[in-house]
């Protein structure tokens, strides 16, 4: 079992910079990945960064590409997320997810994640 804790959300003006952070506590030696996710108005999680945990691989969708990056302490197991020139439409709850098994789902695809935070709140104030 892996626990997921979220941390960093807040409200902040369009063009402005927020650092979420995660820490996993639990059973994280096989840890395979860690990526965020946010859900904003509508219904579905959309991944905005992932982390093969192995190999150190980063991977964006082309909405935050430039302007997310996503790393990793390994030895404290915290994963964060630096937000860049944010903009309105990046607000919504920012998530958390981990697995420690080999998935074959596509990236940023929910189901990949076995693991997964409560979340924390990102507003960005145009």
């Known amino acids: 079992q892996v626990y997921l804790a979220e941390s960093g959300g807040g409200t902040v003006r369009a063009g402005g910079k927020l650092r979420l952070s995660c820490t996993a506590t639990?059973?994280?030696?096989?840890?395979?990945?860690m990526a965020w996710f946010r859900r904003g108005s509508g219904e579905e999680r959309e991944g905005v960064a992932i982390?093969?945990?192995?190999?150190?691989?980063?991977h964006y969708p082309d909405s935050v590409k430039g302007r997310f990056t996503i790393s990793r302490d390994n030895a404290k197991k915290m994963l964060f997320l630096q937000m860049s020139d944010l903009k309105p439409d990046d607000s919504g709850e920012y998530y958390c997810?981990?697995?420690?098994?080999?998935?074959?789902?596509?990236?940023?695809?929910?189901?990949?994640?076995?693991?997964w935070g409560r979340g924390t709140q990102v507003t960005v104030a145009s």
């Open positions: 639990g059973s994280t030696n096989a840890m395979k990945y």
């Open positions: 997810a981990a697995n420690t098994d080999y998935a074959s789902e596509p990236p940023f695809s929910p189901r990949k994640y076995r693991y």
């Open positions: 982390f093969y945990w192995i190999s150190g691989a980063t």
